[in-house]
């Protein structure tokens, strides 16, 4: 389920060092400022995904394991483009819905595809064991994504990371955890570039996953 709450879109980009926006007690990051999205991105895609552009921040790090067990960072993907969400494995609404998108979009990409990696970020902590989230991720077909991460890790450093990111979570031990649903593109260099929002997808699963493929093609460093 979706939090349509206000201040739910703040973003951590506006702080500059990930070590101090992965410290205890970090202030909560300021309001998203929308810049004007650069021409690299069409404007049909820029409307379709309600687009946003963040500048050229470094985004905050961030290292946990994935569905895999493995240990993976943000700093480990540089390089590639990352289409970074926030999901709950065991939500039964908007989760599924990105998860086809990213599934349909990394199928467009074609070879492009070997220059993204699509992950997302656990929110729920009653469920956050690897087995949690290889079992989300079977489901839902996105272990055909060769470059799926869905990561998980103790709880304390998932709720830093939903705080650098500006993501709202209300914990709920028995169902659909309420979260805000981001989706923000960064470039191969560790840089924020783009801000999305599944929850107001109008258009339906495909149009999103030929914008989100447009994105990544226009942000992928050269073959």
Known sequence: MLAAVAGAVLVGAGVAAAAVLLTRGTPAPAPLVSDPVDTAVPAAVQSRLGLSSLGSRPAPGL?????????????SLRGK???????????????????????????LLGATARRAAFVAVNVNQYHRSVADVAAFSRKHGLDGIPSWHFLTGPTAMLQRIWKAYGVAVQPNPSGDVVHSSLVYFIDAKGHERYLAMPDRNKKGIDAWAHGIAAIVRALAPAA
């Open 63 to 75: 290292s946990l394991v994935d569905q895999r067990g493995r240990t993976v960072s943000l700093a």
């Open 81 to 107: 483009v990352v289409v970074l969400e926030f999901f709950d494995p065991v939500c039964t609404d908007i989760c599924p819905i990105v998860s086809q998108e990213y599934v349909e979009a990394n199928r």
